[in-house]
């Protein structure tokens, strides 16, 4: 009898431990939710068909570029070269389109064959030599920041074909074209984390690399994998961008490795590697999406906007961190 009333509490407290933990899970879903009525209430043109459908344009880079960042942050890493990637990727798309009127596919395909590779230069550094991710990104950015200024010589490029405007600011019934790409996007990297076993791989780098190591993982191949998928991803972001604002600038990444990584650390993945999903990322993709915008609305300044948006990483990053020390307790 005292076995199966021990059995019975012990199943009891495996329910109630799975119900917290998908409340958790889904947390970040109820908080945008939450942010939507509270604008909404605050400016009623919030929710307007055409002002949602503009937020989702606004963080379609975002995005895009946040699934390469969430494969990096996955094994605890990071990559501060990613909104140099989305500059230096405008730039040479530009100058390949207009200095060489090379053809816009090829164009397109060139600069994000480019952008990858930046990516494996950056597993290079990280995987082979050693460099902690924090140096060796921040090293890439430097260089292809500076690159960026060089080609362009600071003044913008513009002059693209008709067609090329199509990706950024086309529209597939009433839905824009790059917001389409970012859901298919989110969709890729979805099958590569969670049907694939190159994304069990991600997970376990992530969670113990020695351990990964001692089970036949190739570690370094992984790292240069997941650094050449957040290059992909990056310049992808950079080539609708450019297409959006149909004009290339020297600083037209600047800053974007910033918002991308508050969107992945608010949609929950562990700073420290081994946890996170991409549908969570998404919702956090949305939250920043829905915070400028509604703070827009409301006549909040530039200067306010990143000051939340700090608040708001340092609270994510926290929270993780107290998840983390409970659960090594």
Same mark, same amino acid.
């Given at each position: 009898?005292?076995?199966?009333?021990?059995?019975?509490?012990?199943?009891?407290?495996?329910?109630?431990?799975?119900?917290?933990?998908?409340?958790?899970?889904?947390? /970040?879903?109820?908080?945008?939710? *939450? +942010? $939507? @009525?509270?604008?909404?209430?605050?400016?009623?043109?919030?929710?307007?068909?055409?002002?949602?459908?503009?937020?989702?344009?606004?963080?379609?880079?975002?995005?895009?570029?946040? !699934?390469?960042?969430?494969?990096?942050?996955?094994?605890?890493?990071?990559?501060?070269?990613?909104?140099?990637?989305?500059?230096?990727?405008? !730039?040479? #798309?530009?100058?390949?389109?207009?200095? *060489?009127?090379?053809?816009?596919?090829?164009?397109?395909?060139?600069?994000?064959?480019?952008?990858?590779?930046?990516?494996?230069?950056? =597993?290079?550094?990280?995987?082979?030599?050693?460099?902690?991710?924090? !140096?060796?990104?921040?090293?890439?950015?430097?260089?292809?920041?500076?690159?960026?200024?060089?080609?362009? =010589?600071?003044?913008?490029?513009?002059?693209?074909?008709?067609?090329?405007?199509?990706?950024?600011?086309?529209? +597939?019934?009433? /839905?824009?074209?790059?917001?389409?790409?970012?859901?298919? #996007?989110?969709?890729?990297?979805?099958?590569?984390?969670?049907?694939?076993?190159?994304? %069990?791989?991600?997970?376990?780098?992530?969670?113990?690399?020695?351990?990964?190591?001692?089970?036949?993982?190739?570690?370094?191949?992984?790292?240069?994998?997941?650094?050449?998928?957040?290059?992909?991803?990056?310049?992808?972001?950079?080539?609708?961008?450019?297409? %959006?604002?149909?004009?290339?600038?020297?600083?037209?990444?600047?800053?974007?490795?910033?918002?991308?990584?508050? #969107?992945?650390?608010?949609?929950?993945?562990?700073?420290?590697?081994?946890? =996170?999903?991409?549908?969570?990322?998404?919702?956090?993709?949305?939250?920043?999406?829905?915070?400028?915008?509604?703070? /827009?609305?409301?006549?909040?300044?530039?200067?306010?906007?990143?000051?939340?948006?700090?608040? @708001?990483?340092?609270?994510?990053?926290?929270?993780? $961190?107290?998840? %983390?020390?409970?659960?090594?307790?």
């Amino acid at each position: 009898m005292k076995t199966k009333v021990t059995s019975g509490k012990s199943g009891k407290s495996k329910s109630g431990n799975g119900i917290m933990f998908h409340m958790k899970d889904k947390a /970040i879903w109820l908080v945008f939710i *939450f +942010l $939507c @009525i509270f604008f909404a209430f605050a400016n009623n043109r919030f929710l307007a068909p055409d002002n949602l459908l503009t937020i989702l344009l606004q963080v379609s880079m975002y995005g895009i570029a946040s !699934i390469g960042m969430t494969f990096v942050i996955l094994i605890a890493g990071i990559d501060l070269s990613a909104g140099s990637i989305i500059t230096i990727v405008n !730039i040479v #798309c530009a100058w390949l389109m207009v200095r *060489f009127n090379m053809n816009m596919w090829l164009a397109v395909l060139c600069s994000l064959i480019m952008s990858t590779l930046i990516g494996v230069f950056n =597993g290079f550094m990280v995987s082979t030599i050693g460099m902690p991710a924090l !140096i060796a990104t921040f090293a890439s950015q430097t260089i292809f920041e500076g690159a960026a200024y060089l080609l362009s =010589g600071g003044t913008p490029i513009y002059g693209f074909t008709p067609s090329f405007k199509v990706i950024g600011q086309g529209k +597939l019934g009433p /839905i824009p074209v790059p917001i389409i790409i970012m859901l298919l #996007c989110f969709a890729a990297g979805s099958f590569i984390l969670n049907k694939t076993y190159f994304g %069990r791989y991600f997970y376990a780098v992530g969670g113990n690399e020695e351990a990964a190591k001692l089970s036949g993982i190739r570690v370094g191949r992984v790292k240069y994998l997941i650094y050449a998928l957040a290059g992909f991803f990056a310049g992808l972001a950079g080539i609708v961008l450019l297409s %959006r604002t149909n004009s290339a600038q020297a600083t037209a990444g600047k800053g974007y490795e910033f918002d991308v990584i508050t #969107c992945v650390v608010l949609g929950g993945v562990s700073v420290n590697g081994g946890y =996170g999903k991409l549908s969570n990322v998404l919702a956090g993709v949305l939250i920043i999406g829905a915070l400028t915008n509604g703070m /827009i609305l409301m006549n909040v300044s530039s200067y306010m906007q990143m000051v939340v948006k700090g608040i @708001i990483l340092i609270l994510a990053v926290g929270f993780d $961190c107290v998840q %983390r020390n409970r659960r090594t307790v």
